[in-house]
Nanobody
């Protein structure tokens, strides 16, 4: 059973940056496709970034060029660097572990990111 714990959320002004962390236990992040999702106040959930077991990355068009996903295998942690933040990036951000077909079986509890204008 993989357990995921996110941290690093907070309140930031538009144009600012945050770095989210997702610490894993019970499994290694390099064995899974790891994804960062966000759920907006109107309950829309979006996959914003993912990193495969091989290290390949992918991003939603809405965040491409602004967000960067990475991982530290030694720390068994996945990160999401958020830059040039916009008010519409306000959401609860969660990490998840899954397979290459896009089925995510393990989820963290989420961390709130609020971007003020």
């Amino acid at each position: 059973q993989v357990q995921l714990v996110e941290s690093g959320g907070g309140v930031v002004q538009a144009g600012g940056s945050l770095k989210l962390s997702c610490a894993a236990s019970g499994g290694t992040v390099s064995a899974y496709t790891m994804g960062w999702f966000r759920q907006t106040p109107d309950n829309q959930r979006e996959l914003v970034a993912r990193i495969t077991s091989g290290g390949g990355t992918g991003y939603a068009d809405s965040v491409k060029g602004r967000f960067t996903i990475s991982r530290d295998i030694a720390k068994n942690t996945v990160y999401l660097q958020l830059s040039s933040l916009k008010p519409q990036d306000t959401a609860v951000y969660s990490c998840a572990a899954g397979n290459p077909t896009g089925v995510y079986a393990y989820w963290g509890q989420g961390t709130q990111v609020t971007v003020s204008s």
